[in-house]
């Protein structure tokens, strides 16, 4: 596509209607919104009903003890069961869960809802085994393997909640979470391919050991056959211990809101916080999004999330979402870029992907690197196309939808968290329009306003802050351990409300367009990273006395972590070598995905009277650009002396 057909598009069209074709035989209808909007609960109900439960719920919602809440009361049901036997009892065991596609080409897998039955009950026998009981937790830091969702389902099916931790995240990472939510049990692999070479797990698993002395079993799966140290009595391997077990397994049938995970994430204070998702209404939140959002065909689509399992998109669909549905997926081990840049086009012509769900970062990147090599490919296959993680901006939606969807394909930009479990606000394929940059509106059944500072709801052409109103299915139920800051946290900034730390603006539609958020959380990639988290990481190293973090916006990160130091008088001046110094060492404290790109020493912050560092004006500097107001600071020459360190910085990298 030419530059002036890119910005023709970007001008002429601004909204595209749903293709008659879909919109005929859509999963959902207009209707939908009418009818959640009468009955929200009525209507989350027969969402529930698409689901098998051993008994039946006495109650869709106790919403009495908010913000605590307990979606469909008194039910039971097995995630494992929903998301495998069910479909192999009806017949369906043949089909194909996973098109798994390692990294080096030609190593691929097909696995079967019957071959996954077979493997989940195997697991989840061995975790029996290890002496795993129901609501012990299970940590999960894998590479993107079958073994990781057999992992989680096995852990699901005997109640055990997992937390899987991504397996880019440091071992300090690690150990953090293994703490904090008590884990005894640690389930990871050797290690994985990554751009084109193996690359090691386990020893992040056995330096992070070392501080955990109350795990007390690793289950090691094999991936690329490097050497690991082993510790004896302790380590076991996946082939020898899962190996051995039987296939037969039966499902017991766990209270709706029994845990079901724990996934960290980045808050706006230092500490990740453990988002804890439960069994009923997570399952009936992510099927019925899933099936909606991308009106999923199960017996004709190819569905595609490329995301990493260890973030909330893996979970929700790749796993549990496309799981319940009885969906087949694509499930790709690597990067992009591997061995050639045009490997995920590779891959949905090889796999004949119906539907492609990823993040504008990837779009971005796919753009730079040119509309030639996606054209190479047959792509034809492709019906529906999604976005996730962060803004799409308008130029990166036109793309995706042109170059990617060939024009005919409905783009939906997907909103939601971590802590949302399921998506929020999204397009309905077959019914609502698109327009390049907006996520158009609530989904039925989950209601979202846009309000000013006193939590007044601002009208078409405004902005202001997002927020949920009513509870849904699959929101978080609390903070791992941490009920007060649960509340403190989402409930109290707008009373009864959902604050989500996102700032969005309606249009003269009253559709929603999120404008990113507006707390110290940055989003680099589409991946959360808290600024308190990273200046936490800088001043643990002896030469930082003093550490400011800011997002700057970046063509194609979305956002870019830039760091200013203070370093201590011993630590010299501060050349190249502390700043690479420096950055190593987020990689090693937080994981590489953290690594500041720019680091500028400085000899002082700037800061209010109140002693509050003025992140506005840190973000002038690493965007480049005049520095905004200055009068409120405590001293106004800091910002002429770091204006002048600017000049000097070293070469971003
Ligand atoms: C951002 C990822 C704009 C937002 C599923 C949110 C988005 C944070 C979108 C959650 C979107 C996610 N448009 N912004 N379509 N989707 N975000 O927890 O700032 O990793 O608060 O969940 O990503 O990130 P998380």
């Known amino acids: ?18 293709p008659a074709g879909l919109a005929s035989r859509a999963n959902v209808t207009a209707d939908a919104y009418a009818e959640a909007e009468r009955d929200p609960l009525a209507f989350w109900e027969k969402a529930a009903e698409r689901l098998s439960w051993d008994t039946r719920w006495e109650r869709v919602l106790d919403w009495d003890d908010a913000p605590f809440a307990k979606w469909f009361v008194g039910g039971r049901l097995n995630a494992a069961y929903n998301c495998v036997d069910r479909h192999v009892e009806a017949g369906r065991g043949d089909k194909v869960a996973y098109h798994w596609v390692g990294e080096p080409p030609g190593d691929t897998r097909d696995i079967t809802y019957a071959e996954l039955k077979d493997e989940v009950c195997r697991a989840a026998n061995a975790l029996v085994e290890l002496g795993v009981k129901t609501g012990d937790r299970v940590a999960i830091y894998m590479p993107m393997i079958p073994e990781t969702v057999i992992a989680m389902l096995a852990c699901a099916r005997i109640g055990a909640p997992h937390t899987v931790v991504f397996g880019g995240f440091s071992s300090q990472a690690l150990v953090d979470r293994i703490h904090d939510c ?11 391919y990554r751009r084109g070479a193996p690359s090691a797990l386990k020893p992040a698993v056995d330096a992070a050991l070392r501080h955990c002395p109350d795990v007390r079993s690793v289950l090691v799966a094999k ?7 082993w510790t004896e009595g302790r380590d076991v391997w996946w082939d020898d211990l899962v190996g051995r077990q039987s296939t037969e397994h039966t499902p017991e049938a766990f209270d709706a809101e029994h845990p079901l995970y724990v996934m960290y994430t980045s808050g706006t204070t230092g500490r990740p916080k453990g988002i804890l998702h439960t069994t009923g209404g997570y399952l009936v939140g992510t099927s019925w999004t899933h099936w909606a959002v991308f009106d999923l065909k199960a017996d004709e689509d190819v569905f595609w999330t490329a995301a990493d399992i260890g973030w909330v998109t893996g979970h929700s669909y790749i796993v549990y979402g496309p799981l319940a549905n009885g969906a087949t997926s694509v499930m790709y081990e690597g990067t992009p870029d591997t061995p050639h840049k045009g490997r995920w086009w590779e891959i949905i012509q090889e796999q004949k992907v119906t539907i492609l769900y990823c993040a504008p970062t990837a779009i971005r990147t796919f753009m730079k690197w ?4 996606p054209a190479t490919f047959d792509l034809s296959s492709l019906r529906l196309i999604g976005s996730v993680g962060e803004p799409i901006n308008p130029e990166a939606y036109i793309w995706y939808r042109e170059a990617i969807g060939g024009g005919r394909c409905p783009v939906v930009d997907t909103w939601w968290q971590t802590e949302t479990g399921q998506i929020m606000i999204s397009p309905l394929p077959g019914v609502t329009a698109g327009k390049p940059g907006s996520a158009m509106k609530a989904l039925p059944g ?3 306003l846009v309000v000013d500072e006193e939590g007044e709801p601002v009208g078409p052409g405004s902005g202001g802050y997002l927020v949920l109103t009513d509870p849904w299915p699959a929101m978080l139920r609390t903070i791992w351990g941490d009920d007060e800051r649960y509340r403190e946290t989402y409930w109290s900034r707008f009373p009864g409300r959902y604050f989500a730390g996102d700032g969005a603006k309606l249009d003269e539609d009253g559709d929603v367009w999120l404008l990113g958020r507006v707390d110290d959380v940055m989003n680099v990639a589409g991946h959360r990273l808290s600024t308190t988290e990273i200046e936490s990481a800088l001043v643990s190293h002896p030469k930082v006395a003093e550490a400011a973090v800011v997002g700057a916006n970046d063509p194609e990160t979305g956002q870019a972590v830039n ?3 203070i370093l201590r008088e011993s630590a010299g001046d501060g050349g190249p070598d502390v700043v690479k110094e420096l950055r190593d060492h987020v990689a090693k404290e937080i994981g590489p995905i953290a690594k500041p790109r720019a680091i500028m020493v400085v000899p002082e912050l700037p800061k209010t009277r109140s002693g509050k560092i003025m992140r506005r004006l840190l973000r002038d500097v690493a965007e480049h650009r005049e520095v905004g107001d200055v009068t409120t600071l405590a001293d106004s020459s800091v910002m002429d002396l770091i204006k002048e360190k600017e000049g000097q910085a070293p070469a971003e990298d």
């Open 1 to 18: 596509m030419s530059q002036e057909t890119l910005s023709n598009l970007l001008h002429e069209r601004r909204r595209f209607e749903p």
């Open 182 to 192: 008590d884990a005894r049990v640690v389930i990871t692999a050797d290690g994985g």
């Open 223 to 229: 991936r690329t056959g490097q050497d690991v140290d």
């Open 370 to 373: 040119g509309t030639d090599i």
């Open 446 to 448: 989950v209601s979202a």
């Open 563 to 565: 760091a200013f130091v």
